[in-house]
């Protein structure tokens, strides 16, 4: 990946952290309570794409009540793997149980089989070539080792994304409004896209998908319209727009979070809905 995404990422670094870590950590932390079950009490764990530490948290927390096992968290924002840091700091976990590492979850710089579990918690869907991200996952890993990953349901599917998304695309002015290029997240954001695709890149069997929904809530939601234009992903859209044109489609997003939290001083209350897969690797 580019040092410009990168740089990109490390700015929205503390922006993602207030807002959207508590609903993510959420997931990550289901995510490790799902995975657990496969793994032995030592295992070694990676966390690819750790972001602020959602995922690396728990699998720390579980590695400290074991008293054993280890963690690497990785991630290419050198800002986000610094989160994570303080994050498992403050649980008085250091070396050997945890190490914090920048690395690129497309080259990732680690021997193969080098893991007994690889998770990446809304991390590896995101990368600008998913497929490599899925190999480098299954390379480090054991055979007979575990991954798990999690993936946003597209918007049809998924309240919090259709009520940023929605008013995001009916506002854009005509020459932006266009579907999204081959590649994109949502390409495997059903069940059976995403098995199918991680099984075929990255050498993995008996890929079991579980649903789950949550409840994302922001008191102070007009923040959340910094954090759209802060977000890399929907970011690199609305940069794209002149001052008028984004005026517009600010007005149009904040009318929806408005509608839907029953006025400005009222809290935003979306359902979040993403899918956990869980693999071996063959």
Known sequence: MTDELSAAW????DTYGRLFAPLTGF?????VSIAAPRLRPDASV??????????????????????????????????????????????????????????????????????DAALSCFGIFLFRDRRAGWREAARVLRPGGTFATAVWMGPTDNAMLRHQMEPV???LPPRLQRPPPKGTWQEVSTADALAAEVTEAGAFRDARVYPMRMTFAVGAWAELWDAMRDNPVMGAVLAQCDDDELARVRESVLGRFRELAGGDHQPLLMEAACNVLVATRA
Not at 75 to 97: K, Q, Y
């Open 10 to 13: 490390d700015r929205h670094a």
């Open 27 to 31: 997931a990550a932390r289901a995510m």
């Open 46 to 115: 990676l966390d690819i794409a750790c972001g602020t530490g959602g995922l690396t948290v728990p699998a720390v927390e579980r590695a400290l009540r074991l008293g054993a096992g280890r963690v690497t968290a990785t991630d290419f924002s050198p800002v986000m793997v610094e989160h994570t840091r303080r994050a498992v700091a403050a649980l008085g976990a250091g070396e050997p149980t945890v190490r914090c590492e920048v690395h690129d979850g497309e080259a990732l710089g680690f021997p193969d089989a080098s893991f």
């Open 169 to 171: 695309g009916r506002a």
